[in-house]
């Protein structure tokens, strides 16, 4: 374990680290752009240059393996005027359209502008010009002059996704990136390109032109789209969401490090990261409907307690049928009321699956419901009414559509989702408007939160579950 | 002095193998296959041999980084790329002697126990590539390279790779990221390419000029070649001289020659009986000298340090008094603003924005302060990329104005 200083202070690093990780560990923090804790060292942007005591040069911290007594500066008077230097050399051909660029506000030039450079440009010559809103992919689009080519998203694409579609072309400062010929930027973890991208020269088509992202306020929680269970930061502003991000455990822990700086240090897939809008469609459920000739008609909450309060009462036997989809803590109370329980998930048709992150199975908490002792739903399930929470796969579905129940009630969020037979559907709040803890496939418990209050007479299923009890 | 690297250069057909054999080609290489790896490796320090690419680091040593008992087998890389303007030397050893470097590729892979070598040929290097392979052709029909050369159980295959033309891909890691089927972009160090090279293989990249020094070393023994040149600088040297002089070419000289020496007597003097206003000594990317410093500079790697440039790849140009040194360095930087390979920031931007300036200066519309522009860019991409190439525009931008400033300040008032 070689000890080294840094900026004066002796620090114990792990063997093989460099002095960039070393000190971003130690609270130190030194500038960097190309160099991202997931991908392999590329040492381009040159802005991480430290001093070391008796080396003639400058030497990239991310590349620099610490070395027993090794004396590293971070702030001497060539290093700080270096960073000026690189911040100068990145900010000439740049096109310096903060005012219209989404990435301000969270921008890495930006940021260590003001920090480390404050100066004036002292570049006369006409801009290089390269190409503006490219359409690369599904999800993405690029602004090729606002690149610092730093190559993360390249790099991305090649060690992460596992499919290099970006690539860098021409030389010198005719380079860009841009998809490998034939190609677009169409992986399943495109988006993560955005995030990595250190300045605004890769966009999200989603969250483009939407929100200044100053006026976003940021609640922990886990991507809920499938069982992998990623950490997330939901983004939202005046009770609308408007992205999902991934959250690093590490940058939690790590305070000091605001998450701009960092970089992210896990990722989604694009399809869970685009997810956040199931829970604020246009066919959201308010208010209790139950079902007439002329289809679902809004009813009083008291009413609808009643009608299905009676309904139990004078049943002899109640199912209820629990989701995947629901908490731990929902869960459990479901149980604890009901005798009769089963458990559902849900089951889309053509489920993705990969080998990096992506599960098929699409429910954050099936690992949780297995684990309670409660069978799947079987297809001979009879009884006088049945309770059902979030929604039925077509299987189960078809398990329940030809029985004669006196009841059938249904706890869930969206219109789409309501089962053929319900009479009585009671509004969920979404996953973004309670708390609660969830298990992923690898058994891990995650705890998320409440990022709105329940909207309307929505109400999460704990509470459903105690007005019935009442 | 021998000639060391062109005995064989005024003979017919010497390109040719029965040609070399009858010239005593191919002599070392019974005589290494009865020394070990190592007393090769000790025979070429001790000849003090170094690297004629532009660095000058010494051979011998070069080699002796290669770890030994790795589990990868090492690998030769012979760096034919050479595209620093004003060079043109290895071109003629691959023309006209293009035996004398398999020879000396068979030493190199001998000492450090390579089994595979690739040559990387300049892509416009279309003559010399053909004459070299037709060479390489006739090695393996005649056993010196192959599954088992001369019978004595050595195995050496050699590729030549022709580059797409990308000056970067002369640079050494860059060399090696080509010969992968990547960008040419030169890699970080460490890991440095004795460790971890071509296709992570321990990997040495030796100039063209270099190795085709080893046949001698190897022949004669390594006091022989020593005896030339000087104290450090040891050995022959061969220039390429262009520019404003009478006889431009290639020709061999002991290190330490005077450098008026040998533009008078091998270069034929400036010409057109014009006076000599500034010579850069080793290829364009190191610093011009002045007439008057020129006048006590030695070609070796000593005196030309102590006069503030680089003897380098040894490819000299030759400027005369009507030269236009704003227009010259303009063109230098025209050269290596297309060459930057865009990956580090101090290069990437800072070479197109000493164009730019360079450019306006010469379109009349430079301005009072474009000269500290233009040293201040130089200052801050010095010794903060990757590679070296960011210095090899610095270093003409700031010897060109501070040498000459007066014509560029005239150029600016108009």
């Known amino acids: 374990m070689p000890t080294f200083t840094i900026d004066g202070k002796k620090i114990d690093a792990k063997d093989g680290t460099t002095v960039l990780q070393a000190a971003l560990a130690n609270g130190i923090f030194i500038p960097h752009y190309c160099w991202h804790p997931l991908l392999s060292i590329s040492g381009n942007c040159r802005i991480c240059l430290v001093e070391i005591e008796g080396r003639p040069k400058l030497e990239v911290s991310c590349n620099l393996a610490v070395a027993e007594g090794m004396v590293v500066r971070t702030n001497s008077d060539v290093v700080v005027a270096a960073r000026k230097d690189v911040m100068e050399f990145l900010l000439i051909n740049h096109p310096l359209d903060c005012p219209i660029c989404d990435q301000a506000g969270e921008c890495l030039l930006q940021d260590y502008h003001f920090k480390y450079s404050k100066r004036g440009s002292r570049f006369k010559e006409e801009k290089v010009h390269k190409a503006k809103v490219v359409d690369i992919g599904p999800n993405v689009k690029m602004d090729q002059e606002r690149c610092i080519l730093c190559s993360r998203c390249v790099r991305f694409c090649a060690e992460i996704a596992k499919d290099s579609e970006l690539t860098i072309a021409q030389r010198g400062d005719s380079c860009y990136v841009t998809t490998a010929p034939g190609k677009r930027l169409e992986n399943p973890y495109s988006l993560n390109t955005v995030d990595v991208c250190p300045v605004g020269a890769l966009t999200s088509k989603d969250f483009r032109f939407k929100k200044r992202v100053w006026f976003l306020k940021q609640v922990p929680s886990v991507c809920p789209h499938c069982s992998n269970g990623c950490p997330i930061w939901i983004e939202y502003e005046d009770g609308v969401i408007y992205r999902w991000r991934p959250r690093s455990e590490d940058v939690i822990r790590e305070k000091y490090i605001a998450p701009s700086q960092m970089g992210i240090t896990n990722f989604l897939c694009d399809e869970g990261r685009l997810s956040y809008k199931e829970w604020q469609l246009a066919s959201r459920i308010f208010e209790p409907l139950v079902s007439s000739e002329e289809g679902f008609k809004n009813i009083g909450a008291i009413e609808a307690l009643r009608l299905v309060k009676n309904a139990i009462a004078n049943s002899a036997e109640t199912v209820g049928v629990i989701s995947a989809q629901s908490s731990c803590e929902e869960a459990d109370a479901f149980i604890k009321f009901f005798k009769s329980v089963y458990r559902t998930k849900r089951e889309p048709k053509a489920a993705s699956e990969d080998d990096i992150i992506i599960k098929r199975d699409k429910n954050p908490n099936a690992n949780y419901l297995k684990s309670l002792n409660i069978e799947n739903l079987p297809a001979d399930v009879t009884g006088d009414v049945l309770v059902i929470v979030d929604t039925l796969p077509e299987d189960d579905m078809m398990k329940v559509v030809n029985f004669k129940w006196k009841l059938v009630v249904q706890l869930t969020h969206d219109r789409s989702l309501i089962v053929p037979g319900a009479d009585i559907v009671l509004p969920l709040a979404t996953f973004t408007e309670k708390e609660g803890t969830l298990v992923n496939h690898a058994g891990v418990r995650q705890s998320f939160s409440k990022v709105f209050e329940p909207k309307g007479g929505t109400r999460n299923l704990v509470e459903w579950v105690e007005l019935l009890k009442k | ?414």
């Not at chain 2, 300049?122 to 599954?147: C, D, M, S």
């Not at chain 2, 990997?203 to 004669?220: D, G, H, K, Q, S």
């Not at chain 2, 005077?258 to 990317?285: C, D, H, M």
């Not at chain 2, 800072?350 to 730019?356: P, Q």
């Open chain 2, 1 to 414: 002095m021998d000639q060391i690297l062109t005995h064989n250069f005024k003979v017919m057909n010497a390109a040719r193998l029965n040609a070399y054999l009858g010239r005593d080609g191919y002599r070392s290489i019974q005589k290494i296959f009865g020394m070990q790896p190592e007393a090769v490796i000790n025979e070429v320090k001790a000849s003090g041999l170094r690297g004629r690419g532009g660095a000058g680091f010494p051979t011998g040593t070069k080699w002796g980084f290669v770890p030994k008992n790795l589990p990868l087998q090492p690998v030769l890389c012979i760096n034919a790329d050479e595209s620093e303007p004003g060079t043109f030397k290895d071109r003629a050893i691959m023309e006209r002697d293009p035996h004398l470097l398999i020879e000396g590729i068979i030493i190199a892979a001998y000492a450090i126990g390579a089994h595979e070598a690739f040559i990387y040929i300049r892509g416009e290097y279309f003559r010399p590539y053909l004459i070299l392979q037709a060479a390489v052709a006739e090695a393996y029909e005649t056993g010196f390279l192959g599954n088992n050369i001369l019978n004595r159980g050595f195995k050496l295959d050699v590729t030549i790779h022709r580059g797409g033309g990308a000056y970067i891909c002369g640079e050494e890691t860059g060399l090696i990221t080509s010969i992968e089927g990547f960008r040419g972009y030169p890699r970080l160090k460490p890991p440095f390419p004795a460790v971890k090279g071509l296709y992570g293989r321990p990997t040495v990249v030796n100039n063209v000029e270099t190795l085709a020094a080893l046949p001698y070393i190897i022949n004669e023994g390594a006091a022989k070649y020593a005896s030339v040149g000087t104290e450090k600088s040891k050995g022959s040297k061969l220039m390429s001289v262009a520019g404003h002089v009478n006889k431009p070419g290639v020709y061999e000289i002991p290190l330490g020659m005077p450098l008026i020496t040998f533009l008078n007597e091998y270069a034929g003097g400036v010409w057109k009986n014009r006076k000599l206003k500034a010579v850069i000594p080793g290829g364009s990317s190191v610093p011009v000298m002045t007439a008057v410093e020129a006048r006590d500079t030695l070609l070796d790697y000593e005196s030309t340090a102590q006069h503030g440039t680089m003897l380098g790849s040894g490819g000299m140009i030759v400027m005369d008094e009507t030269a236009d040194m704003v227009m010259a360095l303009k063109v230098l930087s025209d050269f290596y603003h297309h060459e930057s390979c865009g990956q580090c920031t101090p290069c990437r931007e800072g070479t197109g924005w000493i164009n730019k300036i360079l450019k306006r200066i010469i379109d009349g519309q430079g301005q009072k302060d474009d000269l500290e522009m233009l040293l201040k860019i130089a200052d801050n991409m010095v010794g903060r990329t990757i590679c070296v190439l960011a210095d090899a525009l610095a270093m003409p931008v700031k010897s060109f104005i501070t040498k000459f400033r007066k014509e560029f300040e005239d150029r600016i008032k108009g």
